[in-house]
């Protein structure tokens, strides 16, 4: 049974390592993602499972865990055995930094699947009778501003505008339309697991819950798309 779900970003410079002498509107950002993470486990799920992007498919329990070692910074986050990409990575780190002691469950979705397999990972993951939470990671367009990782695409506004339309008014449809070709051209790196999300929702709703969306943010501090929102299904 899905009970809530909680959108943010995959950035690794939501972890103050990776990122120290940070700006106020990434501090901000950091403290939005905290609050966030901390209300979903004040939905008290039985397990949490952390969604997100990766270059190949994947799924661990509680005793995955993963490391920054290799990115300059000796810390790991998460259980025991360092197996899980950077993305879950930091779903993990957001995990331990707002308490989480109970189950998870880490899956990783291939940034390029198609949209048909991101919504029915989406649907097999809330047709359970475990009370579920869902933590969904995802950037969106990296082409904000010419100061952006992929520099300026004028085309980056309008899709980062829809996608974050769609995660304020719980518009799966709306996410399960977003063009996989062009999510990539833009640097998208949240399609894949929105759109699980999505077939999550669609599940949920078929089976007679409604939601409550909310937008916490949608700002591009650095030329990066980051939304965060909340989904919470009631019954």
Not at 89 to 118: H, I, K, M, N, Q
Not at 164 to 169: E, F, K, N, R
Request: one cysteine or more; glycine letters at 10%.
């Amino acid at each position: 049974m899905l009970l809530a779900a909680t959108v943010c970003p995959q950035a690794p410079l939501l972890v103050p390592a990776l990122a120290p002498g940070a700006t106020a509107a990434v501090k901000a950002l950091r403290q939005h993602c905290a609050a966030a993470v901390t209300d979903l486990v004040a939905t008290r799920p039985s397990r949490v499972v952390v969604v997100a992007g990766a270059d190949t498919a994947g799924q661990w329990g509680d005793e995955a865990g993963g490391s920054l070692a290799p990115y300059g910074v000796a810390a790991a986050y998460g259980g025991p055995v360092p197996q899980l990409p950077l993305s879950l990575t930091l779903g993990a780190f957001l995990l331990d930094e707002a308490g989480w002691s109970g189950a998870r469950r880490y899956v990783a979705v291939p940034s390029d699947s198609p949209v048909a397999v991101c919504a029915q990972t989406g649907r097999d993951l809330a047709r359970t009778p475990a009370r579920t939470a869902l933590l969904v990671l995802g950037d969106g367009s990296a082409k904000r501003s010419t100061a952006a990782p992929g520099y300026f695409d004028a085309r980056a506004g309008d899709l980062d505008h829809a996608i974050g339309q769609a995660l304020a008014s719980n518009d799966a449809d709306a996410l399960l339309g977003l063009d996989p070709e062009l999510a990539n051209q833009l640097w998208v790196a949240g399609r894949a697991a929105w759109q699980v999300l999505a077939g999550a929702s669609g599940a949920a709703q078929n089976e007679g819950a409604s939601v409550t969306a909310r937008m916490r943010y949608d700002e591009a501090p650095l030329g990066v798309g980051y939304l965060l929102a909340d989904w919470v299904f009631q019954r």
